[in-house]
Structures are given as structure tokens and as C-alpha cells.
């Protein structure tokens, strides 16, 4: 069951990406918010030039992980969501951006904890989900409920004076 959820700003500014999930599965309902949260985000001239793969089995999901460099925390994933785009515009892989950041977003308030995982091996990817020839693949995200606290060390992010420019650079 869905209980509150928290604000916005709060939501944005505390999401750290989570590695290590419990072996508990993410109900289908909550899944399917955090995939809405995908659908809705804006794009380019409205084009939607996303489709999401969702992999739920335990095997794929180990399989799946083989194609990172760094993708350990997939085999212990409730679910994945593997990004293809259409790849034929240049705006194309910042619109599946928003749609992950939605989705990372929707999962962390519905306490559901993500990473982003870039498959390396593409080729291989591609022919283990059966992408079409027209689509590539943009990103991998996997999902599942955080184990134990999440650890909250120093935000490792440059400091806002460092990369706002005023009026010119
Ligand atoms: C496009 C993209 C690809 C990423 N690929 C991986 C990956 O393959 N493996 C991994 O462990 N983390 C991956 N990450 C997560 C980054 O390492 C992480 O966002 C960054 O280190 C900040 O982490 P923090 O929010 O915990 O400080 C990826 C992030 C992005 C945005």
C-alpha cells in the first residue's frame, strides 16, 4: 500500500543512487507508477521517442547485468528498466534523461531505491532483449527496496558558484 509520499523539493534534492536492494519484490501496481512517472515526462517536439523493457526475472535480470562494466547491483534487482530510444534526432537521448530521472524520482518517493546502469555492451544487449535495428539502447536502470539505511555521506557534487554562470560565462 501506497502511504505519503514526500515533497518535491525534498524528494529531488535527497535521491542517491542505491546498489544494494532487499531481496523483496516491488508490488506490479508501484511498478507501474514509477513507469507512468517514464510516459509523462515532456520531450522534444512531444516525440516519445522512448520504449521501456521491463525485466523482472531473476535470471534475465543476472544475465542482463553481464553487459555492464558496473552493473553488479542488477542480479539483486526487483526489477530493471532498459531505455531504448529511436536515436535518428539529436534531442533523443535527453528525453529519455527526463523519462529516467521521472521514474528515479516516482521510485524514490514511493521508497523504492535506483541506480542507472550503462550497459557497455550494447551489441549484446540489444540481441538479449531483441531491440528492432531502429532503436538503441540509452540506459538501464535498476530498481528494487533499499537494504538498511541509506548511507548519507557528503553530497559529492561540485558547488553551485562553480557551475552557474551569470548573464555570460
Ligand atoms: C547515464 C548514467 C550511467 C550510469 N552508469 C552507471 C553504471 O554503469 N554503474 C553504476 O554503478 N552507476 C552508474 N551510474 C551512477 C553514477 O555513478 C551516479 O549517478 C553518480 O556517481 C552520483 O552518485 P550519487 O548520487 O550516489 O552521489 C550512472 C549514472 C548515469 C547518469
Redesign the pocket.
Known amino acids: 500500500m501506497i502511504t505519503a509520499m514526500m515533497d518535491a523539493l525534498k524528494c529531488i534534492y535527497s535521491?542517491?543512487?542505491?546498489?544494494d536492494f532487499l531481496d523483496k519484490e516491488v508490488p506490479e501496481d508501484v511498478i507501474i507508477r514509477i513507469l507512468e512517472a517514464g510516459r509523462l515526462a515532456g520531450s522534444a517536439k512531444n516525440r516519445q521517442p522512448w520504449d521501456f523493457i521491463l525485466v523482472k526475472d531473476r535470471q534475465r535480470l543476472r544475465e542482463l547485468s553481464r553487459f555492464?562494466?558496473?552493473?553488479?547491483?542488477v542480479k539483486k534487482a526487483s526489477f530493471a528498466v532498459v531505455i531504448t530510444v529511436r536515436g535518428d534526432y539529436f534531442q533523443d537521448p535527453f528525453d529519455a534523461?527526463r523519462a529516467?530521472q521521472n521514474m528515479m524520482l516516482a521510485a524514490h518517493t514511493l521508497g523504492v531505491g535506483s541506480?542507472?546502469?550503462?550497459?557497455?555492451d550494447e551489441e549484446g544487449a540489444r540481441s538479449f532483449l531483441e531491440v528492432p535495428e531502429d532503436r538503441r539502447i540509452?540506459?538501464?536502470i535498476a530498481f528494487g527496496y533499499p537494504r538498511g539505511v541509506e548511507r548519507r555521506g557528503k553530497?559529492?557534487?561540485k558547488p553551485l558558484e562553480e557551475v552557474l554562470h551569470r548573464e555570460r560565462w
Open positions: 535521491k542517491r543512487e542505491v546498489r555492464g562494466n558496473h552493473a553488479e547491483h534523461g529516467a541506480c542507472p546502469v550503462t550497459l557497455h540509452q540506459v538501464c553530497v559529492r557534487r
